[in-house]
């Protein structure tokens, strides 16, 4: 099984290569999307991390 850090460059390296064959978006929307993903992604984690030590019971 591949690690988080792998699929989330992959990830990201898809969307890199999807939104420049989008001629309506520009710059400033693909980084906005990219901004939001990775932001998106990090606070899933956050919950999982609240989540999972609230559950071992080390909160």
Do not use: F, W
Not at 40 to 56: D, E, F, M, P, Q
């Amino acid at each position: 099984m591949t690690s988080v850090s792998a699929q989330l460059l992959l990830v990201l390296l898809s969307l890199l290569l999807v939104v420049p064959v989008v001629e309506a978006v520009e710059a400033g929307d693909a980084i906005a999307l990219l901004l939001g993903v990775v932001l998106s992604i990090t606070g899933i984690c956050a919950c999982l991390g609240v989540y999972a030590r609230k559950r071992n019971g080390q909160m």
